[in-house]
């Protein structure tokens, strides 16, 4: 570091995350002079503890919640299986570790300009790690996010548990409140009960997995129920009593006992002492600065806020556009503004919770149309014992222009890109029908939702291929 202490940086990026990393790449293309500071361990919340981790032990809890259908199918010897859990959490870590090394190799490369420590902006060309002073021309702040914890719940000790600390267990606790039902709530609570433990969620919303269409959103609750017993609509109280070897969950519906806590409540800004006030500009009441979404800057300084830090859009995918987009800018004399992606949210649950485009709860339901679906005898989904859920799709009433959609339904996270897809290039209903269908996919799901939603909408020509309707039987729509 000693290296740059008299010399003004070009760039000075805080944090190693997605964000960070994305800006990484693009600052490194245009200069060398540069330094990324990272506090704590290096390697992104992705891979060390949020989508790769989270969806290595999903694999697991469904593959083994699969034998459940094997009666079905006159696959016979299903209660023979048994599941060792310490394997599967073993697998999870070392599958996290690849994952995380491969994030690292970005940084080890860069020798003295990846500084390990906390930063702190002392100003917008000027920040503080270490004890000593670092001046830049413009500063990347990628900082993340840590899990939503109340301070009252600390005195849970080692029966509180974060998707930080939940991957580092040798096995899992018998019985588990997972208290949240956002989606890291809902992803966990049905993954942990399909590995067998206990698992009983709260959640202070009546919504569930990022859904706001209601009639989506009782289906899910109903197909989720099924597996764990779900309370919403009031927050759960927390009780440890002395001398009792479990914690109590209540609300004014039921009363639980549990070996253990699952707090997914969502994940907090790290903006902690970073010295945002040093800024000049107002802070809300997060106490995070005004950015501008389609260049990353805050207000007309120097300075870019980028990934999960600014709470914008909490996902990876965001997060590296985020910090693509303020890598770019912050290298250049003139500021760049970038049309963001059509949005894109999906859990990965069974069936698949996404939400696409705008959603249910943002659209005026005067000027739209809405076609829907039920996955309960869509044959291929009836083939794969997997004919559960629901799908709606949204447009504008009058063009047939595509909106968005929210959906719990097989194959949701592949649906979800295909309407993603439609909807960025401003697709309608009707554009949409004329593209090919293959017999049976999943997908003809999706074809039914549209053929309902264009019955709703004005005429289309007779020989318009949009216009071929459904053949009304199971077998062949």
């Not at 830049?136 to 080692?158: D, E, F, M, Q, Y």
């Not at 059509?342 to 076609?371: M, Q, W, Y």
Request: hydrophobic share 45%.
């Amino acid at each position: 570091m000693a290296n740059y202490l008299n010399e003004i940086l070009d760039v000075i990026i805080i944090g190693a995350g997605s964000a960070g990393l994305s800006a990484l790449r693009e600052v490194k293309k245009r200069t060398e002079n540069f330094v990324i500071i990272n506090d704590g361990p290096w390697g992104t919340t992705c891979a060390r503890v949020g989508c790769m981790p989270s969806k290595v032990l999903i694999e697991a809890a469904n593959a083994y919640h699969r034998r459940t259908a094997f009666e079905a199918f006159g696959v016979r010897g299903a209660n023979q299986l048994t599941l060792d859990m310490t394997h599967v959490m073993q697998r999870v870590r070392k599958l996290r570790d690849d994952f995380v090394s491969s994030t690292l190799k970005a940084t080890e490369v860069l020798g003295v300009r990846a500084i390990p420590g906390r930063a702190r902006l002392l100003g917008p060309n000027q920040v503080l790690v270490n004890d000593k002073k670092l001046r830049a021309k413009s500063i990347i702040i990628a900082t993340g996010t840590r899990p939503i914890v109340p301070a009252a719940w600390h005195v849970l000790g080692n029966r509180l548990f974060t998707t930080d600390t939940l991957f580092e267990q040798e096995t899992l606790p018998a019985s588990l409140a997972v208290i949240g039902m956002g989606p890291i709530g809902v992803e966990m609570a049905q993954a942990l009960a399909r590995l067998g433990v206990n698992v009983t969620g709260f959640g202070s919303k009546n919504l569930i997995g990022g859904l706001s269409d209601p009639q989506v959103n009782q289906i899910a609750l109903n197909l989720f129920s099924q597996e764990f017993p779900v309370y919403l609509g009031e927050k759960a109280e927390l009780r440890l009593e002395s001398g009792e070897n479990h914690v109590r969950i209540r609300t004014s519906r039921t009363e639980v006992a549990v070996d253990g806590v699952l707090a997914a409540l969502g994940r907090r800004p790290n903006i902690d002492d970073l010295g945002l006030e040093t800024l000049g500009v107002s802070l809300n009441a997060q106490g995070l600065p005004p950015v501008d979404s389609t260049t990353m800057q805050i207000a007309d300084l120097p300075v870019f806020l980028a990934g999960d830090a600014n709470d914008y859009l909490p996902l990876l995918h965001e997060a590296a556009d985020e910090g693509h987009i303020a890598g770019l800018n912050a290298v250049r004399e003139k500021i760049i503004c970038f049309k963001r992606r059509t949005p894109l949210a999906i859990v990965f649950s069974d069936p698949g919770i996404a939400v696409v485009g705008s959603h249910f709860r943002l659209l005026n339901s005067k000027n739209i149309a809405i076609g829907e679906v039920l996955f309960d005898n869509q044959g291929r989904a009836r083939a794969a014992q997997r004919n559960k859920g629901m799908l709606r799709i949204y447009a504008e009433s009058e063009s047939g222009r595509l909106l968005g959609a929210e959906m719990c339904a097989p194959a949701g996270e592949h649906m979800a890109h295909l309407l993603a897809l439609a909807i960025d290039q401003s697709l309608t209903v009707w554009d949409v029908l004329r593209l090919p269908f293959y017999h049976p996919v999943l997908e003809e799901g999706l074809r039914t939702a549209l053929r309902n939603l264009a019955a709703k909408l004005p005429l289309s020509s007779e020989s318009d291929l949009a216009s071929c309707g459904a053949f009304n039987a199971d077998a062949l729509d």
